[in-house]
């Protein structure tokens, strides 16, 4: 099985950076998935680590450390529009999903 | 490219009724195909999965069944709506240990 821990909530301001960490507990890792996803809206694709360390995509990174379970997803240069939750899925053939962290950026 | 569709969008039912929701996959062969159940305020709860034509894995016993007819298509049944089977239904697919895409979804509410 799989223990995801993310936290609940968080705040942060326009044009900040904001990191959001998620630890786990997986059997049969195989890489860790990160999706946003707007109220109302399907989860869309943000990242997809397989190895350790940091990949960017733009704005967006984000890191893993396979041997401790940790990985995180950089957000920089914040806008209005990221407000929404943020889904950390460890796993390998099925990736399995916390409750994801909602995030709420203010002017 | 690839794209993935379901239908419908929204869905309002009673309970004891019967379900059909239907996913189908475009651009791609052999996909492995997913189905989770989003409740309000909750996480992402695996249905099923099928890796093949007739080959479906149940992650959650429940009143809820899925059928792979073909090698795109995905369905999630129901004999008998229950009002717990409320929530946002998604469909995803994934071509091997690649990324995962989700459909639009359906918001099904059972009243």
């Known amino acids: 099985g799989q223990n995801i821990d993310q936290p609940t909530e968080m705040t942060a301001t326009e044009g900040a950076i904001v990191q959001i960490n998620c630890t786990y507990q997986?059997?049969?890792?195989?890489?860790l998935f990160w999706y946003q996803q707007h109220a109302g809206e399907a989860p869309t694709f943000l990242s997809y680590?397989?190895?350790?360390g940091l990949e960017e995509k733009g704005r967006f990174s984000s890191f893993l450390s396979r041997s401790k379970g940790y990985s995180y997803l950089l957000l920089k240069e914040l806008q209005m529009k990221d407000s929404a939750s943020y889904l950390c899925a460890p796993g390998g053939y099925i990736p399995t999903f916390g409750r994801g962290t909602s995030l709420i950026v203010h002017p | 490219s690839q794209t993935i569709h379901q239908w419908p969008a929204t869905l309002v039912q009673p309970v004891g009724s019967p379900l059909s929701l239907e996913c189908t996959v475009e651009?791609?062969?052999?996909?492995?195909l997913y189905w989770y159940r989003q409740a309000a305020g909750r996480g992402l709860q695996l249905l099923f999965y099928s890796v093949g034509i007739g080959q479906i894995s149940s992650e959650v016993p429940q009143n809820l069944s899925a059928s792979r007819p073909q090698d795109r298509q995905f369905i999630l049944s129901s004999k008998k709506l229950l009002l717990s089977d409320s929530g946002f239904y998604l469909c995803?697919?994934?071509?091997?240990?690649?990324?995962?895409?989700f459909g639009p979804g359906t918001r099904l509410t059972v009243t």
């Open positions: 651009g791609t062969s052999n996909p492995n």
């Open positions: 995803a697919w994934r071509k091997g240990s690649y990324e995962q895409y």
């Open positions: 680590n397989v190895l350790d």
């Open positions: 997986t059997s049969g890792f195989n890489g």
